[in-house]
T-cell receptor
């Protein structure tokens, strides 16, 4: 069974601070996705990374896939209250019908 | 596209009653997933379908749970009889290429009293 561990589990910061959250596994994945879930809603796909070492940017969010495709990180610059939510990573393999989800990092950004 | 549509958004029922949750996936998506989310266990995959065929139901907790996908635009998750420990948020998600990500619905919050 492929497992994904996310850290930290909870993170509370002030508006304007930078932060990084991590998604780690002992297994290799062909792709990895990051989602953000706001209270009362379903997870929303932010990005998919597929190449080892790949870096993708989405405004103030930077996503990196590890060289060995076993881990990933999400860095947020100058966090805003609107970034508050549960961040989930999910890994998949080509031709697999499903993804494996981590337990998530709950981020709170205080104004 | 209106996205993945789930109904109802909230359901409160008494223990022992039958509960049916409904999902309309995004048109053209050939994979459909049912998840359950709780604080204790996080997001759990219950069952997924590909081209309307159940592929993996190993996450379905008990025989009380059943899921169907009679056509490409509709799926149901049924719990009969319901128990208080079934209280959770149930999500439906669909995808064209699962390894590239899913589109989730807004979920059904189920409370069994």
């Amino acid at each position: 069974t492929q497992l994904l561990e996310q850290s930290p589990q909870f993170l509370s910061i002030q508006e304007g601070e930078n932060l990084t959250v991590y998604c780690n596994s002992s297994s290799v994945f062909s792709s990895l996705q990051w989602y953000r879930q706001e209270p009362g809603e379903g997870p929303v796909l932010l990005v998919t990374v597929v190449t080892g070492g790949e870096v993708k940017k989405l405004k103030r969010l930077t996503f990196q896939f590890g060289d060995a495709r076993k881990d990933s990180s999400l860095h947020i610059t100058a966090a805003q209250p609107g970034d508050t939510g549960l961040y989930l990573c999910a890994g998949a393999n080509t031709n697999a019908g499903k993804s494996t989800f981590g337990d998530g990092t709950t981020l709170t950004v205080k104004p | 596209d209106a996205g993945v549509i789930q109904s109802p958004r909230h359901e409160v029922t008494e223990m022992g009653q039958e509960v049916t949750l409904r999902c309309k996936p995004i048109s053209g998506h050939n994979s459909l997933f049912w998840y359950r989310q709780t604080m204790m266990r996080g997001l759990e995959l219950l069952i997924y379908f590909n081209n309307n065929v159940p592929i993996d139901d190993s996450g379905m907790p008990e025989d009380r749970f059943s899921a169907k996908m009679p056509n490409a635009s509709f799926s149901t998750l049924k719990i009969q009889p319901s128990e208080p420990r079934d209280s959770a948020v149930y999500f439906c998600a669909s995808s064209l290429l699962p390894s590239y990500g899913y589109t989730f619905g807004s979920g059904t919050r189920l409370t069994v009293v």
